[in-house]
DNA sequence: CGACACCTTGACAATCCTCAATGTTCGTGG
DNA sequence: CCACGAACATTGAGGATTGTCAAGGTGTCG
């Protein structure tokens, strides 16, 4: 159930506009969380929702940015089509998290909704706009953009450094860790193997061997579908740190 | 020649601090471009300079950071160090770019002078203190933090898809276009075999072997120590695009 | 029930890593 | 100025991990 709905009864509040930000699923976790009232209602003016189906994209790799925004539900990849035909699966973006490049004219990556997916967008010059008039909502996108930049370096490490068994028990912990903090030791993986490969650089026959090995060893269990059960998360956490 | 004197003559004006920043290398490169005179004074009675020769240490991974900065000459590395001990460098530094992590009690990374490198650093309590009352500056490490992670996720393509040949002609291309701007076609690379394998996830030997397999293939010179020289800039892009 | 997409498994090949020996560069001190 | 040593770089042989290709299995949705 990772979709869920924004909408509240609308009429609660008559005087203001429909669909408040103030009941927004992602109200403490986005950008907008240490905005005032009233500067939440200025953003909401200019912002509207968006979904998608899995598969739809959002941005391409090198086309002009007209949208950025917050994701509300479901998820993203943010990824790079390499020479070859091969993707990279540089991010992944969560509820709560902010997608898009202001102040950029052009996106460097592919957006697409891994699973149905919720957003609220704004067209980037009207939210340029927004943040030149409210310092404190550029702090967040600082402090969100130094995040991410220490998230991909992790990621980097992982790439340049580890083996495809350490790679798969990394990227079902961070999965855990962010998914399945409501269910203590199951999940359902929002993509495919070939998915999981494009994010840690593996082929799609590699992970599958390795989930397979994670099994036998009792790190996890494989229920089947996409839906894994973290059986030894210290086994699981020793395997990911070699 | 990495090293040059930020200094001019000081009694030029001598109603200001010494050393002014107006007469910095980076002066233009630099976060302090777009800030005002009145503005630049304030943050110079913040900074002070620091010389590092090739090997020192600034910052390390896990640790508290007291220190954020501007690089005014040389080279530094920005990496992390696996649980195997091997080393996965996540970025560099050259002169104009902005080191440390702001708005955060902790390094992620190790930061290390590559060559003998000369910064501009500031406390980190006392920088915030002036970004807090600086928005254009906030606006510039917000362009900055973006144009990193830019950076970050393309080099992931790289560490998650490319072979050993693209990812080495690649590097070359790189260091040629931030180095070799002056020399047309040879540069001295200012890291070890083994720092350019801990960049490219690559066994020093396979980065020696690939560099000799370049030569042979007439895309670089190897005429000894550490210069290169691009002998076929288009044979390299070919190569790194694969 | 069938078509389709996705996943698993196997055999083989290629890339790259490890280990080891040799060669080179560069700085230091006699 | 040359000789020495240490760090760095190259080269070779062999092996491990992972990719590629191919076949078959599983699940899902109409």
Redesign the pocket.
């Known amino acids: 159930m990772l979709f869920q709905s924004m909408e509240r009864s609308d009429d609660e509040r008559p005087c203001r506009a429909r669909r408040s930000c103030r009941y927004c699923a992602v109200r403490q976790k986005a950008i907008c969380a240490g905005l005032s009232e009233d500067a939440l209602d200025d953003l909401q003016r200019i912002g509207r929702k968006v979904h998608l189906t899995a598969?739809q994209t959002l941005l391409w790799d090198g086309a002009e940015i007209s949208l950025v925004g917050n994701v509300l539900a479901g998820m993203l990849k943010i990824s790079k089509v390499a020479q070859?035909g091969?993707e990279q699966i540089v991010g992944l973006a969560y509820p709560g998290d902010f997608v898009g490049r202001p102040f950029g004219r052009r996106s460097a990556y592919d957006l697409t909704a891994l699973a149905d997916s919720e957003l609220c967008v704004f067209s980037r010059t009207a939210f340029e706009g927004f943040v030149a008039s409210h310092n404190a909502l550029e702090h967040q996108l600082l402090a969100r953009a130094l995040d991410d930049l220490d998230g991909a370096r992790r990621w980097m490490v992982l790439l340049g450094q580890?083996?495809?068994?350490?790679?798969v028990a990394s990227l079902l912990l961070d999965i855990a860790q962010r998914l399945g903090c409501e269910r203590r030791d199951e999940f359902c993986?929002p993509?495919?193997?070939?998915?999981?490969?494009d994010m840690?650089?593996?082929?799609?026959?590699?992970?599958?061997?390795?989930?397979?090995s994670l099994?036998k060893s009792g790190a996890i269990g494989?229920p089947?579908?996409?839906r894994v059960e973290v059986r030894d998360a210290s086994l699981l956490a020793e395997v990911a740190e070699g």
């Not at 580890?162 to 790679?167: D, E, K, L």
């Not at 993509?191 to 490969?197: D, E, I, L, N, T």
């Not at 840690?200 to 397979?212: C, I, K, N, Q, W």
Request: proline content about 0%; glycine content about 18%; overall charge positive.
């Open positions: 598969g070859d091969r580890a083996t495809a068994r350490q790679r993986l993509f495919s193997r070939q998915q999981m490969g840690l650089g593996l082929a799609m026959e590699t992970v599958s061997r390795t989930l397979g099994q494989l089947g579908g996409r």
